[in-house]
């Protein structure tokens, strides 16, 4: 059975999206560190990018997948 995955199974995706430019105006308002910005903004892309192509990846998956063994035998009858 397919179903159409709604924006709820991408919010993580959009909550880590929308903290980079957050960290952006921050830093600038807070007048932080530099070297603070800058790493957290690349442990953020990083973060994204990995969400971000799971996500894409996992795209089109109904959870009826054949590696999906329930009962973890290794037999899948067939």
Known sequence: MKTKTGWKKH????FV???LPT???LSIYFDFPQTVTILLLIVLGLI???MAL??????KADGSE?????N???WRGY
């Open 66 to 70: 054949w590696w999906q063994d329930d």
């Open 23 to 25: 960290i952006i105006v």
């Open 54 to 59: 799971w996500s894409y990846a996992n795209r």
């Open 11 to 14: 919010l993580p995706l959009i």
């Open 72 to 74: 973890a035998s290794g």
């Open 48 to 50: 994204f990018g990995s």
């Open 17 to 19: 999206g929308g903290m």
